[in-house]
Nanobody, 121 residues
Framework: QVQLVESGGGLVQPGGSLRLSCAASGSILNINDMEWYRQAPGKQRELVAV???????TYANSVKGRFTISRDNAKNTVYLQMNSLKPEDTAVYYC???????????????WGQGTQVTVSS
């Protein structure tokens, strides 16, 4: 059993910062890509940032220069540092990870439960 648990969401004023965390736990053998997605009300879920096992990163154009994705492989945790937040960043943020578990030895996609980020004055 593998679980992803996000934390760090909340209410912040425009221009403010938040740091999201997503910790993977359970029967984990390897973790490949780790990603952050977000979904605003009435919109499709969109990819925000990706970090590979080797540390390469990719960002959506809308967050480049403001958000930073990082990971701590020893803790099986991925982070999203969000600076200069805008009202349009308001969404539920989800983490996703490609994980090989120790039991089935198979790679699968796992999702967290989501954490709400609201940017408003």
């Amino acid at each position: 059993q593998v679980q992803l648990v996000e934390s760090g969401g909340g209410l912040v004023q425009p221009g403010g910062s938040l740091r999201l965390s997503c910790a993977a736990s359970g029967s984990i053998l390897n973790i490949n890509d780790m990603e952050w997605y977000r979904q605003a009300p009435g919109k499709q879920r969109e990819l925000v940032a990706v970090i590979t096992a080797g540390g390469s990163t990719t960002y959506a154009n809308s967050v480049k220069g403001r958000f930073t994705i990082s990971r701590d492989n020893a803790k099986n945790t991925v982070y999203l540092q969000m600076n200069s937040l805008k009202p349009e960043d308001t969404a539920v943020y989800y983490c996703n990870a490609v994980i090989r578990d120790r039991v089935r030895l198979q790679w699968s996609n796992y999702w967290g439960q989501g954490t709400q980020v609201t940017v408003s004055s």
